[in-house]
T-cell receptor, first 112, second 113 residues
Framework: GENVEQHPSTLSVQEGDSAVIKCTYS??????FPWYKQELGKRPQLIID?????GEKKDQRIAVTLNKTAKHFSLHITETQPEDSAVYFC???????????FGSGTQLTVLP | DVKVTQSSRYLVKRTGEKVFLECVQD?????MFWYRQDPGLGLRLIYF???????EKGDIPEGYSVSREKKERFSLILESASTNQTSMYLC????????????FGNGTRLTVT
């Protein structure tokens, strides 16, 4: 089955700096790549996703890039703010969110 | 707004007990999921269901079973709880289309002593 590796496991940045979280996947048939954010004590929520026919997608301060050849995708957060502090999970699936495989998570801490 | 409700926020059970974790969603979603969340391991899929009385094994089904008698309710069952099943359990539901977001419940923190 699919295997998703996520790095780093922890990331600390100064407020205003950029943060990058990287994921690799194993199954070249995967074509849907969402990112979920989980604030402390809360449920995970989708923040952005990308399909395999797209190389990059942006939504205000967050962006996701996908390299199908290398089988990796990344989350980019610019101008980080304290409220960006959370655990971020990448995920991959073949054709449907019904069978998402998640990465191990990245604890992002934005330092004031 | 979609609401996914897990019956218990915290649960403490003894080894060998039969444990039921209940999940209810209010949006008539066909697909429902049970995930287990452990530090450093992310979210791992235990079981999912795409229709009433239908179930599919996820990545870590051993030691668990599920029940879906009604569309809105998906139950996770630990037939004989063990200490290695101490974890955070998250229920989720999904509506079409296929790239819609998962809607998670608040989670049940289960401790098996």
């Amino acid at each position: 089955g699919e295997n998703v590796e996520q790095h780093p496991s922890t990331l600390s940045v100064q407020e205003g700096d950029s943060a990058v979280i990287k994921c690799t996947y194993s199954d070249s048939a995967s074509n849907y790549f969402p990112w979920y954010k989980q604030e402390l004590g809360k449920r995970p929520q989708l923040i952005i996703d990308i399909r395999s026919n797209v190389g990059e997608k942006k939504d205000q301060r967050i962006a996701v890039t996908l390299n199908k050849t290398a089988k990796h995708f990344s989350l980019h957060i610019t101008e980080t703010q304290p409220e960006d502090s959370a655990v971020y999970f990448c995920a991959a699936s073949i054709g449907s969110a019904r069978q998402l495989t998640f990465g191990s998570g990245t604890q992002l801490t934005v330092l004031p | 707004d979609v609401k996914v409700t897990q019956s218990s926020r915290y649960l403490v059970k003894r080894t060998g007990e039969k444990v039921f974790l209940e999940c209810v969603q209010d949006m008539d979603h066909e697909n429902m999921f049970w995930y287990r969340q452990d530090p450093g391991l992310g979210l791992r899929l235990i079981y999912f269901s795409y229709d009433v009385k239908m179930k599919e094994k996820g990545d870590i089904p051993e030691g668990y079973s599920v029940s879906r008698e009604k569309k809105e309710r998906f139950s996770l069952i630990l037939e004989s709880a063990s200490t290695n099943q101490t974890s955070m359990y998250l229920c989720a539901s999904l509506a079409p289309p296929w790239n819609s977001p998962l809607h998670f419940g608040n989670g049940t923190r289960l401790t098996v002593t």
